[in-house]
């Protein structure tokens, strides 16, 4: 994927920004719906190490782009920069530099979007992991009226979690099942093609497993759950429904969510 250090900018639209940068397929998806949509505007890759993420802010401004995506390692220092998201998110996804202070967390909107799609109703759903996404996706459960636990292999970052949200979650000290509809992995073992360890003899029959990874092929938690007979799903969908969603908050117009999965499909499959 193509992709431009910082102050290589020079002009522009709309852009995600992190770093690494480069394996970023949101300038896939959000060309083909601003494509879609009849727009000229383009959406590129910019990468911005954290700690000139302040500096880099004011050079892309200064270029004229208005409207960031924000990952990894980024999210926390551009939530800083908000004066409006969800102080239990605590990390910040989709900025409007128009306005100083204007940005949001379409992460965890967009994961209970992916939920309703697939018929998931409230239950006790069980969260691995510790780190930003978990933190979305266990706020966003619990504001669903979802009983959630939650397992860290660091099991203190687990508590540190409970404690700065301030939900009512269970920490389990293993990652059992027992009793839970929906398992998420929110945890990044899957950048090394791992899947956290799970006792999945202790999963029920029918629960859902949903990796918030993806990646060209099956992930190794999806194939893992499958091969314990439980229906799994990648976070391809997700990557979709948050992206749709900072789509419609930049230009309030709706997202064309099927093109932009169509991207994705052509993209996935050129690659394989
Ligand atoms: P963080 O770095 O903030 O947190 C990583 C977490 O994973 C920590 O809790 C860490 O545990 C745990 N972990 C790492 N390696 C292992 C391992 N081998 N076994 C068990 N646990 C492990 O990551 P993020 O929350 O930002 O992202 C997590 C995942 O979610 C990534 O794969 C990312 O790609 C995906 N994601 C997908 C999105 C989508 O749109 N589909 C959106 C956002 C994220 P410890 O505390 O012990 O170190």
Redesign the pocket.
Known sequence: MSWKEWRAVERGDLAVIGDPIAHSLSPVMQNAALRHAGLSWGYQAVRVPLEEFDEALGHLAACGLWGLNVT?PIKEAAFAWCTDVDPRLGAANTLDLRTPGRGTNT?AP?FMDTLAELGVQPCRAVV???????RAVAVALCDAGFQVALH???SD?ARALRGETGLAIEILEEPVLTGGGLVVN???????G?A??VAWETAEPGALAYD???GPAQTAFCEAAEARGLRSTD??A??VA?GARSFTWWLDIPAPRQAMMRALDEHRRSNR
Request: aromatic share 6%.
């Open positions: 990894v992460d967009g691995l992991g510790a780190g930003g996404s978990a860290n292999r660091t970052r929110a945890t990044s073992a899957g950048l090394g791992e956290p360890y918030l990874m993806y976070g391809l997700m990557l948050q």
